[in-house]
């Protein structure tokens, strides 16, 4: 039996190597680039998913005996699926972001990036990748050099950006895709290029080719009525929720939310979704009173649950620059506890806002009435009391 079992084995093995292709060491990430430092060679990684169709398609091509020779002979090589936890924690420590499969990803044996790509299926682009991420003057490493010193050929513009979106550096990828469609003709706005590009590699709303796919919809309608509007609309929420869209003016919240209407979106859905938006940037401008009246408009065309009345309570309570909200807070809070779903710990959080809100008042009485109100409830309902606790000391 046992001999069987050995038989069995060395013939699985004997198959793999007729294969020819590349050997994809099956152990830990952190394994295959001790390996690589071991045997001092940089390290390839293919990114992809089981239950990917384009990845399926890539296993002859890596399996071709030529694909083999050369990275076997250059790479320690891995492959990782992408919805594993341990390699999304390896991901987010690298700073890496995975737009789409297969992706190609070289590195140096101390987790250095030094080259990115996505390969056209077959046996002479696999190895042309591979070759470019050996040489100091080719690889994506070098793109911000070759910027720098003028190229705007727009492959190469292409490439950068996928790159930049590749490592998560917005910046990057704003300035590189700028250029790229400021060389766009008006005649190939809409063109199949730039629908991918579109799709890949644009995050700004502000870039002219995002501007022409918001105002010209109709240019598009080959690629897809539905598929166009998921595009632009993706554009303008990845706008609105970059780092850069938490510091934007209120004026620019709007244009988000006038985008969204002219793709096709409810109006009161996009008000919805530019609603905390909005409402934070009045509270860096230091306009309360339009934070208050667009929130308080909200709660006037939308039913509120507890919680959401409870949301945005501890917002106000948070981020508002002055107390000219806490008659408007204080009436969001009282509508909650009237409602008879209202539980006894939702009442507890309830009044401790409410005992913030009078104290920011300068109502100290009616605070104290409210945070012991609060401390009573949490202990019926056998909550943290701490809080509370700290909460009356404070009021004293």
């Given at each position: 039996?046992?001999?069987?079992?050995?038989?069995?084995?060395?013939?699985?093995?004997?198959?793999?190597?007729?294969?020819?292709?590349?050997?994809?060491?099956?152990?830990?990430?952190?394994?295959?680039?001790?390996?690589?430092?071991?045997?001092?060679?940089?390290?390839?990684?293919?990114?992809?998913?089981?239950?990917?169709?384009?990845?399926?398609?890539?296993?002859?091509?890596?399996?071709?005996?030529r694909v083999g020779k050369f990275y076997?002979?250059?790479?320690?090589?891995t492959k990782v699926d992408l919805m594993?936890?341990?390699?999304?924690?390896?991901?987010?420590?690298?700073?890496?972001?995975?737009?789409?499969?297969?992706?190609?990803?070289?590195?140096?044996?101390?987790?250095?990036?030094?080259?990115?790509?996505?390969?056209?299926?077959?046996?002479?682009?696999?190895?042309?990748?591979?070759?470019?991420?050996?040489?100091?003057?080719?690889?994506?490493?070098?793109?911000?050099?070759?910027?720098?010193?003028?190229?705007?050929?727009?492959?190469?513009?292409?490439?950068?950006?996928?790159?930049?979106?590749?490592?998560?550096?917005?910046?990057?990828?704003?300035?590189?895709?700028?250029?790229?469609?400021?060389?766009?003709?008006?005649?190939?706005?809409?063109?199949?290029?730039?629908?991918?590009?579109?799709?890949?590699?644009?995050?700004?709303?502000?870039?002219?080719?995002?501007?022409?796919?918001?105002?010209?919809?109709?240019?598009?309608?080959?690629?897809?009525?539905?598929?166009?509007?998921?595009?632009?609309?993706?554009?303008?929420?990845?706008?609105?929720?970059?780092?850069?869209?938490?510091?934007?003016?209120?004026?620019?919240?709007?244009?988000?939310?006038?985008?969204?209407?002219?793709?096709?979106?409810?109006?009161?859905?996009?008000?919805?979704?530019?609603?905390?938006?909005?409402?934070?940037?009045?509270?860096?401008?230091?306009?309360?009173?339009?934070?208050?009246?667009?929130?308080?408009?909200?709660?006037?065309?939308?039913?509120?649950?507890?919680?959401?009345?409870?949301?945005?309570?501890?917002?106000?309570?948070?981020?508002?620059?002055?107390?000219?909200?806490?008659?408007?807070?204080?009436?969001?809070?009282?509508?909650?506890?009237?409602?008879?779903?209202?539980?006894?710990?939702?009442?507890?959080?309830?009044?401790?806002?409410?005992?913030?809100?009078?104290?920011?008042?300068?109502?100290?009485?009616?605070?104290?009435?409210?945070?012991?109100?609060?401390?009573?409830?949490?202990?019926?309902?056998?909550?943290?009391?701490?809080?509370?606790?700290?909460?009356?000391?404070?009021?004293?």
């Open positions: 039996m046992k001999l069987i079992i050995v038989l069995l084995f060395l013939s699985i093995n004997v198959v793999f190597a007729q294969k020819g292709g590349i050997t994809f060491r099956p152990d830990p990430i952190d394994a295959v680039f001790a390996a690589a430092r071991k045997a001092n060679k940089p390290v390839f990684v293919e990114i992809y998913s089981p239950t990917c169709h384009v990845c399926q398609s890539f296993m002859p091509t890596l399996n071709d005996p076997n002979g250059k790479y320690v090589s594993s936890k341990p390699v999304q924690a390896w991901l987010t420590s690298r700073k890496l972001y995975v737009p789409s499969l297969p992706l190609f990803l070289y590195f140096d044996p101390q987790q250095n990036l030094v080259h990115m790509a996505m390969s056209n299926n077959s046996v002479e682009e696999v190895i042309r990748h591979g070759t470019q991420a050996l040489d100091p003057k080719t690889r994506s490493q070098a793109f911000r050099q070759r910027f720098a010193g003028g190229d705007r050929n727009p492959n190469f513009l292409i490439d950068y950006g996928m790159l930049a979106r590749v490592t998560t550096d917005t910046v990057t990828n704003i300035k590189v895709m700028e250029e790229y469609a400021r060389q766009q003709p008006a005649n190939q706005m809409n063109s199949q290029t730039n629908w991918l590009v579109l799709q890949k590699l644009i995050i700004d709303m502000d870039n002219p080719l995002a501007q022409n796919l918001i105002n010209n919809l109709g240019q598009y309608k080959a690629f897809g009525v539905q598929e166009t509007r998921n595009v632009a609309e993706n554009i303008l929420m990845s706008t609105l929720y970059s780092g850069r869209g938490a510091q934007f003016p209120a004026q620019k919240v709007m244009q988000v939310r006038n985008g969204l209407v002219k793709i096709g979106t409810d109006a009161k859905a996009a008000a919805n979704r530019t609603l905390l938006p909005e409402v934070n940037a009045y509270f860096r401008a230091r306009q309360t009173a339009k934070a208050v009246e667009r929130m308080d408009a909200q709660t006037n065309s939308y039913p509120l649950s507890v919680p959401e009345y409870l949301y945005i309570s501890r917002l106000f309570n948070k981020q508002s620059p002055d107390p000219s909200d806490v008659p408007t807070v204080t009436k969001w809070i009282n509508k909650a506890l009237a409602n008879p779903k209202a539980t006894p710990t939702e009442q507890a959080d309830l009044y401790y806002e409410l005992a913030v809100a009078q104290r920011r008042g300068g109502k100290k009485t009616d605070a104290q009435k409210a945070a012991q109100k609060s401390l009573d409830l949490a202990k019926a309902a056998k909550i943290d009391t701490k809080r509370n606790v700290q909460q009356l000391v404070e009021l004293k």
